[in-house]
């Protein structure tokens, strides 16, 4: 409990080193809730346990007991779990191919994927926004929906000077007018006093285009300070779409450092819990597919083709930056809990008996029922869908999607068939690290579970046997 927590802080911290101070009340309120569970889960709920005793099961569901078997190992699970582990057992070559086919077909229209904050043009047809937007497009433009603010400032006030803002504005206004992709330049107004001027420019194309930020680009590196050289002046391209442009390039930029960061953290908090290289690094890149397959859902109803058009969204629409950090910081998280539950029990087995292949078998069919309802929180996210924000509906689709391909997919199909194709390197630990780290048994100490001696009668033989040809 204390180590699957611990993985969702780690995704809520690396908010705090994006810069991006609307994020930093979520994660700060997220770690304060994860503390209050774990707290209640390491007191209350085993004091509640110890209080009720055998009671806490008395009031059970009429017509949901499922039929189990216990093997001779002293695995018991669910007939249906139990064989689908065995068949993943045995077909784990097609097993693994079949759920990375899967994972890098989902992913794959990430690779399209435009940046950029939605606007009114995105909002659903019929709407007063979404009107008021395509009439004016059609009226005068694409580009009047997104004007760029062009100020110089001096600090020579003088009118008649030629470095004064008033002619200094009349400069960067036919640099402006003639240069491409503007269609209009509005005359340069001069503040009260006489030192600073703003000019409107609209471009040619609409705010979500990508050929508005080349032209936003190639006004701050070339013809902007071509227009001001020889003078004191400054001259800013401001507004709405040049701060979302910016936005856009500051926010994906620290994209790749919260992604090594959170990755690094958690990796190495499951090597000192297992113990284990293989078991470290196999969890990161399963967990980076998963929320590589969210993103490719998000990214192809943005498309908006038939899967955009089931959820409201009928043309295409930028992915605004900071909805993938908000994503992965949360996916990530929930995505590593499932791997703690599903390799503390196959580590608990291996610690007992010696045998990869038993721990997976038993691992995975005692926690499938466990993560595969853990997947609830899809209905959650699946609320979110309905809204006709954007980025809430966006948000609701890709965690959706990513808890339910991290359950099925990733867990009961890739992660088991994968550990059966390392073998025993699953457990693998050089010995001058394993020295090196601290003790941490989250699974109790591996003299609850290991044998201390042979089976005391024959009945335990064929349990033995058994567990040794799963």
């Known amino acids: 409990m204390l180590l699957a927590g611990g993985t969702v802080v780690i995704s809520m911290l690396g908010l705090f080193g994006m810069g991006l101070s609307f994020m930093r009340g979520a994660a700060l309120v997220t770690i304060a809730a994860i503390a209050i569970v774990l707290l209640s889960a ?53 097993a693994a191919a079949a759920g990375l086919g ?63 803002a008033a002619a200094l504005a009349d400069r960067v206004g036919a640099v402006l007018t003639s240069a491409p992709g503007v269609a209009a330049v509005s005359p340069a107004q001069l503040n009260p006093t006489a030192d600073t001027a703003i000019i409107i420019v609209t471009p040619t194309t609409g705010p979500q285009d990508t050929r508005t930020e080349d032209l936003v680009r190639t006004l ?61 690094v196999k969890a990161a890149v399963m967990n980076l597919l998963s929320v590589a397959a969210a993103y490719g859902a998000v990214a192809l109803v943005l498309q908006g083709g038939w899967t955009g058009r089931l959820i409201g969204i009928d043309h295409p629409t930028p992915l605004a930056p900071f909805i993938p950090v908000l994503m992965f910081a949360v996916l990530f998280g929930l995505s590593m809990d499932y791997e703690v539950f599903l390799v503390a029990r196959m580590r608990e087995t291996w610690l007992a008996t010696g045998s990869n292949t038993a721990a997976i078998v038993k691992g995975l069919a005692g926690t499938a029922r466990v993560i595969t309802a853990a997947a609830i929180m899809i209905a959650v996210f699946a609320a979110f869908i309905p809204s006709t924000d954007i980025a809430v509906k966006v948000i609701g689709i ?3 999607a990513a808890i339910l391909i991290d359950a099925t997919v990733i867990r009961m199909l890739l992660v088991p068939a994968v550990m059966h194709l390392l073998g025993d390197r699953n457990w693998w630990l050089p010995a001058r690290l394993d020295r090196a780290l601290p003790e941490v048994h989250i699974e109790g100490h591996p003299q609850h579970y290991q044998p201390t001696s042979a089976p005391a009668d024959a009945d335990q033989a064929p349990a033995a046997a058994h567990l040794a040809s799963v």
């Open 42 to 94: 390491i007191t209350l709920i085993p004091a509640l346990l110890g209080y009720f005793g055998a009671h806490i099961d008395r009031l059970r569901l009429p017509r949901l007991r499922r039929r189990s078997r216990k093997h001779g190992s002293g695995i018991t699970a669910g007939t249906g779990w139990m064989r689908w582990s065995q068949l993943v057992q045995r077909h784990r070559f097609v």
């Open 398 to 400: 890709g965690m959706a």
């Open 220 to 280: 701050r590196t070339d013809l902007l300070p071509a227009a001001i050289a020889g003078s004191q002046a400054e001259v800013h391209v401001g507004g709405a779409t040049a701060v979302s442009i910016d936005s856009t390039a500051n926010i994906s930029s620290r994209i790749p450092i919260l992604i090594a960061a959170v990755v690094l953290l958690s990796m190495l908090l499951l090597l000192v819990s297992f113990r284990s290289i293989a078991v470290a």
């Open 102 to 164: 899967i994972l890098l077909a989902v992913a794959s229209p990430f690779l399209g994927v435009h940046f950029g904050f939605p606007d009114s043009g995105n909002s659903a047809e019929g709407s007063s926004t979404r009107t008021a937007y395509d009439l004016l497009a059609d009226g005068f433009g694409p580009g009047v929906n997104g004007p760029l603010l062009i100020t110089v400032s001096t600090p020579d006030d003088s009118l008649e000077s030629p470095t004064g």
